[in-house]
């Protein structure tokens, strides 16, 4: 099983108690929430559940995104096809991991965002 590299904690408690995948997937989904509008458009097509809303009503520069959960991601890149902004980059599931800190802006799954793997005393 492949580490999750980008976790900083455990995800809440409401997340966290959703059902677990079976297996590790090929392909991991990684929302590049630069280009995300917050549409929600992909999550109707999610079929675990896996994506999540980060609000941004208390980040006053950043409108809300959306945030894929590493640990139940299947690689079924539903997401993908049908994200209006093409803003859903799928990657085999390792190197997915690596990606997913620098295009993330923002975490409601406790993973690392682009502030923590830019800051000089970041863990690479
Ligand atoms: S469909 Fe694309 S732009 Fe819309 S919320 Fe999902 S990732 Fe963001
Ligand atoms: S690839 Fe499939 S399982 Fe993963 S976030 Fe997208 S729709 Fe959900």
């Known amino acids: 099983m492949t580490e999750n590299t980008t976790r900083l904690g455990p995800r809440p408690p409401k997340i966290a108690a959703k059902p677990e995948r079976k297996k590790e997937p090929r392909l991991l ?4 929430q630069r280009g995300c509008t917050g549409c929600e458009a992909c999550i109707v097509f999610c079929p675990v559940d896996c994506i999540e809303i980060v609000p941004g009503a208390d980040f ?3 409108q809300q ?9 299947i690689g079924c890149a539903l997401c993908s096809k049908n994200c209006p902004w093409d803003t859903i980059p799928m990657f085999d599931y390792a190197e997915g991991i690596k990606q997913a800190p620098a ?3 923002k975490s409601v799954c406790n993973q690392k965002t682009r502030a923590d793997v830019s800051s000089p005393s970041a863990t690479p």
Not at 29 to 32: H, Q, T
Request: hydrophobic fraction near 60%.
């Open 29 to 32: 989904a990684v929302i590049d």
């Open 60 to 62: 006053a520069q950043f």
């Open 65 to 73: 995104v959306v945030e894929v959960d590493i640990e139940r991601c």
């Open 103 to 105: 295009v993330t802006l």
